[in-house]
Antibody, heavy 119, light 108 residues
C-alpha cells in the first residue's frame, strides 16, 4: 500500500526559498504522476504542479516562475522548491499520487506539512 | 483561466439528501472529480470522472455533470459526512488543475 510523507522546515523567512520533500513508500516513483497541492489556513486547495516520468513537469501558471519540482528515484522522493516566498505562501503543503488521463486526479495524499512564512 | 464556483456552505438534516454543486462554463464537457476533506485531515477522492466512485467509497456518494453544473449528491446523510467538499477539473488550455473554492457541509 502506497504511503506518502511530507517533510519541511516549518518556518521560512520572507524572500527565501521554501523546500519540502515527499517520501514515497510501498510504490515506485518511476510510475504514476506526483503532485504538490497547498492549502492556506482556513482556505481552499491550490494545485502547485506535478512531475512524472521522473522528470517531466507541469506547473500552475500563477506559480510557474517560482516553482521547481524534482525527483530522486534512488531515494524514492520528490521535492518542491518555491523561491522568493511571502506570507501569502503560508500553507499546508500536501504531496499526492496522481492518475493521469484526460483529467488528472490525486488518489493518494500525504498528511501534509505546515509551512509558515514569517520573520 | 477556468473558474469553478461552489457555494460556501450547505446544511442538511441527518437522513436527508445533500446536493453540492460546482459551476463552470460548459463544465459538462469536462471530467469532474470531487474530494472530501474532514477537519484536520487530508482530502480524499470520493467521485472521479463525473460519476465513478473509488473503491471503499459508499454508494451514498454519487455524481452527475451536465451543462454548466456538476453535482455531488450524498444520500442518507450521516453526521460523519460533515466535511469540506471540493470539485476539480483539468484546464487543458493552461494545462493546470483547477479546484473549486469548496463547500462546507454541515449536518444539523
Amino acid at each position: 500500500q502506497v504511503q506518502l510523507r511530507e517533510s519541511g522546515p516549518g518556518l521560512v523567512k520572507p524572500s527565501e526559498t521554501l523546500s519540502v520533500t515527499c517520501s514515497v513508500s510501498g510504490g515506485s516513483l518511476s510510475t504514476y504522476s506526483w503532485s504538490w497541492i497547498r492549502q492556506p489556513p482556513g482556505k481552499g486547495l491550490e494545485w502547485i504542479g506535478y512531475i512524472y516520468d521522473s522528470g517531466t513537469t507541469s506547473y500552475n501558471p500563477s506559480l510557474k516562475s517560482r516553482v521547481t519540482i524534482s525527483s530522486d528515484t534512488s531515494k524514492n522522493q520528490f521535492s518542491l522548491r518555491l523561491k522568493y516566498v511571502t506570507p501569502a505562501d503560508t500553507a499546508m503543503y500536501y504531496c499526492a499520487r496522481d492518475i493521469l488521463g484526460a483529467a488528472p486526479r490525486s488518489v493518494i495524499w500525504g498528511q501534509g506539512t505546515m509551512v509558515t512564512v514569517s520573520t | 483561466s477556468y473558474v469553478l464556483t461552489q457555494a460556501s456552505s450547505i446544511s442538511v438534516a441527518p437522513g436527508q439528501t445533500a446536493r453540492i454543486t460546482c459551476g463552470g462554463e460548459n463544465i459538462g464537457s469536462r471530467s469532474v472529480h470531487w474530494y472530501q476533506q474532514k477537519p484536520g485531515q487530508a482530502p480524499v477522492l470520493v467521485v472521479f470522472d463525473d460519476i465513478e466512485r473509488p473503491s471503499g467509497i459508499p454508494e451514498r456518494f454519487s455524481g452527475s455533470n451536465s451543462g454548466n453544473t456538476a453535482t455531488l449528491t450524498i444520500s442518507r446523510v450521516e453526521a460523519g459526512d460533515e466535511a469540506d467538499f471540493y470539485c476539480q477539473v483539468w484546464d487543458s488550455t493552461t494545462e493546470h488543475r483547477v479546484f473549486g473554492g469548496g463547500t462546507k457541509l454541515t449536518v444539523l
